[in-house]
């Protein structure tokens, strides 16, 4: 049996990730590249001065923090600003955030004196401080705002009529004829445009009609509550139903209300680093064509039938929206071997992923909710299923033609979130990314310029979310 759904980005050509390929910083090496910077011309002198901040944890113990204070005394370093909180750290109760007047040497030696008398002491750069500009060479390009995603997404890797010889349209002319219609639309569509709506023939809207069917009958047992949670809202805003096939511009106005998500139309495969950083600006790359009408239960590639629904309704929840976009942030300028891990992730949750939902095992992931035969067999309880482990899953192979050899579990999203993000803290990048949603572009973060402009924004947050505890405590 076949497999009929999985992402739009290919996999043929890099199925296996091999484990002796990992972006991880040993302490050895995170220390030679802070040697090499600390000499870069973009950072003060040993003699020039400049605003550091340190962190350091204390033990609620009376006369600590003077004793700690005191060091900065000894060594003339001035404070500029103090602040204190509750510790995350087990063997100790409180941290301590300093700002400080210092230069490197004074630096340096303050941080060996607070090492023997404090826990946990973290050290940021100098003010106005940035990365110097080799640190950046090598790294790959990556779209910086939302528009860029105009030069990548045309970057496919198969187009229109091209199809393999054991595809089931390859000798059916009139079907490839539609499928370079449908890769025309893609390639001349722009960032702001409509998407063209189309007028399926009768013969697509009968094969969607197969899918959408016998997917209905699987999705009360096999699928997960957000999935079917959400495929009745499609229903009534978006015209879901097995007779008539769901415009993609009425899903992507959906998403955008619901997630932020919105949708491009894709003339065909695009690679994973492509692929990925759609989704780090919150656009899912979404083909239009349909599965050839001889076998409606097979594809060998993503159609509209897995986009709409295996994908789109999942897209529609803010918290698996939010795992989707992690990913593809994390995958933003990191090296090709990284993103192969990322993209190894993605398939192995967003495509094929379980959850656990009240006590049974349940499908959240595309492939599987747009295949009869693999939903049936991932839940048949004959599957070798494994806890979700991003360091383990990464080396996991990908199969197309058949069933996966192991699927991979969650507790949650927020699970599945969480240790996602844990694990992109191993793909080393001289740099780190935030997407800034009113612009729609991604911020690079290498200085403390952009480090404190972010220290502002949350600052805002706290203030929002302090007035409203305010407020209710008045009411209570």
Not at 52 to 61: D, G, M, R, V
Not at 79 to 96: A, G, P, Q, T, Y
Not at 399 to 413: G, H, K, L, P
Request: charged fraction near 25%; hydrophobic fraction near 35%; charge should be negative.
């Amino acid at each position: 049996m076949y497999s009929d759904g999985y992402g739009t980005y290919a996999w043929k050509s890099q199925q296996v990730v091999s484990s002796q390929h990992t972006d991880q910083v040993t302490p050895k090496t995170f220390d030679e590249k802070q040697d090499k910077r600390s000499s870069s011309t973009s950072r003060p002198t040993s003699s020039e001065k400049g605003v550091a901040t340190i962190i350091f944890s204390l033990k609620n113990e009376v006369g600590g923090l003077v004793r700690a204070l005191r060091l900065f005394q000894e060594k003339h370093v001035n404070l500029v600003h103090i602040e204190s909180r509750k510790s995350k750290r087990r063997n100790s109760d409180f941290e301590i955030f300093v700002g400080c007047d210092t230069d490197h040497e004074q630096l340096k030696e303050l941080t060996q004196l607070l090492r023997t008398h404090t826990d946990g002491v973290e050290i940021t750069p100098f003010e106005n401080s940035t990365l110097p500009d080799d640190d950046m060479a090598g790294v790959p390009w990556f779209p910086k705002k939302i528009s860029d995603l105009d030069q990548s997404s045309n970057r496919v890797l198969m187009y229109g009529s091209e199809l393999d010889a054991d595809h089931p349209g390859f000798k059916d002319n009139m079907y490839r004829t539609r499928r370079k219609y449908f890769a025309d639309l893609a390639l001349g569509y722009k960032l702001g445009d409509p998407i063209l709506r189309i007028d399926f023939t009768t013969e697509e809207v009968q094969t969607w009609g197969v899918v959408f069917r016998e997917l209905h009958k699987l999705y009360p047992s096999h699928a997960c509550k957000e999935h079917l949670k959400n495929l009745p809202l499609l229903t009534k805003y978006c015209n879901y139903s097995e007779d008539n096939i769901p415009q993609l511009e009425d899903i992507s106005h959906f998403l955008k209300e619901r997630s932020g998500f919105i949708i491009r139309p894709v003339a065909g495969y695009l690679s994973p680093r492509d692929f990925l950083a759609g989704l780090a600006f919150r656009v899912f790359h979404c083909t239009q064509y349909v599965r050839h009408s001889s076998d409606p239960l097979y594809t060998p590639e993503p159609d509209t039938c897995h986009e709409l629904l295996g994908h789109v309704p999942l897209l529609a929840e803010p918290s698996f929206a939010q795992f989707s976009q992690e990913i593809g942030l994390a995958s933003l300028g990191a090296s090709d071997d990284a993103v192969q891990k990322l993209a190894t992730c993605y398939f192995f949750t967003v495509e094929f992923g379980l959850c656990k939902q009240d006590g049974r095992l349940r499908a959240y992931g595309a492939g599987l909710l747009s295949s009869i035969s693999e939903l049936q067999h991932a839940l048949s309880g004959k599957a070798h299923i494994l806890p979700f482990d991003p360091a383990v899953t990464c080396n996991q192979e990908c199969i197309i033609t058949t069933f996966q050899d192991v699927y991979f579990v969650s507790e949650s999203f927020e699970d599945a979130k969480n240790k996602m993000r844990e694990f992109a803290k191993t793909i080393w990048r001289p740099f780190t990314v935030r997407y800034d949603p009113y612009t729609q572009s991604v911020d690079i973060v290498k200085d403390t310029t952009t480090i404190n402009s972010m220290v502002k924004d949350i600052r805002h947050e706290l203030d929002i979310v302090e007035d409203a505890l305010n407020r209710l405590n008045k009411q209570l």
